[in-house]
Structures are given as structure tokens and as C-alpha cells.
């Protein structure tokens, strides 16, 4: 059910016109753009897809905001992605930091944070550019690591699968914010950021996928084998991203205000429930 405080309206993002049209006819005083293909592996496995979808929504929007003569400010979430290959020494990661890409999604990310610049400049749009790092929470899709370990965690209890969880690479350290934190982020970025201008979102905390693996462990009902897909793995992967959100905070007061294990158990929960209303129908 559509809550009736919302106006819904739909329009291929692929479509100026379509665009066009709805923009002149909501003239919204806030943009948030958050339209894209942003799962790595698919952007491996179509990589013209994504690149193409990813800046020809974006320039569809930028396009149908000055058709329709609009000045309000419009969010553009890039990634951390667009960092890159980190290198030693490099953490936290800054603004500043280069732009080393490794995957055709960070690339689409890459070029949708500079068109953003370029139409800020000459265009006189105010773009917000924000670089997220990983958020994650309730709802997010089971292709994005938390959801697939809490979902796979949920299904073994519930012996709709075997007791096995399947892993990349554990190893690896992230930066995690709850999205509940980064949705009130974005609107504070609208209200108080600069336009044109660049800024980090995260937690400024680092932790392994096996400390949230081991989270989930001590909170399963049954005992589980842990098992290495070679699938899950990248072809390249930062063994540690850590964010420095410094510049933002001090421009908008913000803080994260969930603690990573409340996200994971709201998240565990959540699929406990998915799970259980399948096994009901």
C-alpha cells in the first residue's frame, strides 16, 4: 500500500522526455537522484549496462531539472567505490584521496560524480556530491553481504536449506553505517552542504566480514558449517576501507546514531520474519 502522503509517478529514466515531463510537473524543491545500478558483480557482468544507465539517468534528470527552470538542490551519492585500490598509508580516506577505480560500477560512479561537478560549474546546478561507504540494514536485498548471511543464517533455522553458509571473503574490513543514519544524512546534505562540493559518509569504523559472520553465528538456533565460494569473491579486493567523514560532520552536525550490532540484529530479525511468512503461505 502507497502511503497517502506520497504522490507516486513513474517515467523510464531512460526516456529526456519522460524525465522531463515529471519534473515540470511535481517541481520538486529537493532532488535526491538515487536511481542506478549499483551491485558490483552485475556491473562485472554487463558493464556496458551499467556505465550507460548509470550517467544517462543522471544527465535525463540534470536536463529536466534546467528544462523546467528549477534552482533546488539535488543529491548525487557516488561511492566509495570510487576510491578504489587504497593505498598503505592512505586510511582513513579523505576527499582527496585518488580516484582509483576497480570495477565498472565504481567507473559509472566515477563519471556520474564529475558530471555532477562539470554541470555545477557550468550549468549552475547545485549538485551535492556525497561518497557514501557500505551502509546496510533492514529490507537491503540478499546479493549485498549482511542480508545474504542473515538471510542464509534464517533459512538453515528455519531447515528451508541446509546448515551451511556460504562466504567470500571474510577477511576483508568495511566501513558499515545503517541506512537509517545515511537517509537522514542525505537530507541533511541538501539542506546544509555546499554545492559543487564533495563529501565522505560514514561511520569512521572498520570492521571484518567475520566479526559479522561471528555475530551471527552466536545468534543462530542451529549449529552451522561455514563454507568458501570461490562466486563471491572479486577479482580485486581492499583488505581495509575506512572513512573519514570529517567535512561532513562539521558542515552539517551530523552523527551516527545506530551502533553496527543494532543494524545487524535489526537485520536478523527482519529476515526471521521474511523467513517465517514463507513458511506460513
Not at 175 to 194: G, I, K, Q
Request: proline share 8%; net charge neutral; with cysteine.
Amino acid at each position: 500500500m502507497v502511503d497517502p502522503r506520497l504522490m507516486v509517478c513513474y517515467a523510464d529514466l531512460r526516456e529526456r522526455e519522460a524525465v522531463g515531463r515529471v519534473i515540470r510537473e511535481t517541481r520538486p524543491d529537493l532532488v535526491f537522484h538515487l536511481a542506478a545500478q549499483a551491485h558490483v558483480p552485475t556491473s562485472f557482468a554487463d558493464p556496458a549496462g551499467t556505465l550507460i544507465d548509470n550517467i544517462v539517468f543522471q544527465l535525463n534528470v540534470f536536463h529536466g531539472i534546467i528544462g523546467a527552470g528549477l534552482e533546488c538542490p539535488i543529491l548525487i551519492p557516488g561511492s566509495n567505490e570510487e576510491y578504489g585500490r587504497v593505498e598503505p598509508g592512505e586510511l582513513p580516506i579523505r576527499e582527496s584521496n585518488p580516484l582509483r577505480p576497480t570495477n565498472p560500477y565504481a567507473v559509472s560512479k566515477v563519471a556520474q560524480d564529475l558530471l555532477a561537478y562539470q554541470f555545477s560549474l557550468t550549468e549552475g546546478l547545485k549538485c551535492i556530491r556525497i561518497r557514501p561507504f557500505n551502509h546496510t540494514g533492514p529490507r537491503q536485498r540478499p546479493n549485498y553481504v549482511i542480508p545474504s548471511l542473515a538471510k542464509q543464517v534464517t533459512e538453515a533455522e528455519a531447515g528451508i536449506t541446509p546448515p551451511v553458509i556460504k562466504v567470500g571473503n571474510l577477511e576483508a574490513e568495511r566501513d558499515f553505517t545503517d541506512v537509517r543514519d545515511v537517509v537522514r544524512a542525505y537530507h541533511m546534505a541538501l539542506l546544509h552542504c555546499r554545492p559543487g562540493d564533495v563529501y565522505n559518509l560514514g561511520s569512521g569504523r572498520a570492521v571484518s566480514i567475520r566479526y559479522i559472520l561471528d555475530f551471527f553465528l552466536t545468534r543462530c538456533r542451529v549449529p552451522l558449517k561455514i563454507m568458501k565460494d570461490e562466486g563471491r569473491m572479486r577479482p580485486w579486493d581492499n583488505p581495509k576501507v575506512i572513512c573519514d567523514s570529517t567535512k561532513f560532520r562539521a558542515e552539517t552536525g551530523w552523527q551516527p546514531k545506530i551502533p553496527l550490532e543494532q543494524t545487524l540484529t535489526d537485520t536478523l530479525d527482519y529476515w526471521r520474519t521474511v523467513t517465517a511468512s514463507r513458511l506460513a503461505d
